[in-house]
């Protein structure tokens, strides 16, 4: 798929153009996992919107040095 084709399948499916990179890098994630995309196209897209400068908001990220972890015991 082209980036092209991209955007225009955003506007298909959310009726409006996409307003920032990032709603397109959701839109791919969205799309890869639900198997409407191979890892090939994934990642030529992927590739595309890094160099567009997309990126997840940053409470998508978890630090595990400030995260509350408690330690579990898993059997076996």
Known sequence: ???EELIHR???EKNQPPSH??????FI???YIQRELSIVEY???YSELNNRNAEKP???MF???HANLQK???PG
Not at 21 to 26: F, M, R, S, Y
């Open 10 to 12: 955003f506007q298909l």
């Open 43 to 45: 990642k030529k897209l």
């Open 58 to 60: 940053q409470s998508y």
């Open 63 to 65: 630090n595990l040095n």
């Open 29 to 31: 994630q969205k799309s």
């Open 1 to 3: 798929m082209l980036f």
């Open 72 to 74: 579990v015991n898993i």
């Open 21 to 26: 990179a990032n709603e397109l890098l959701d």
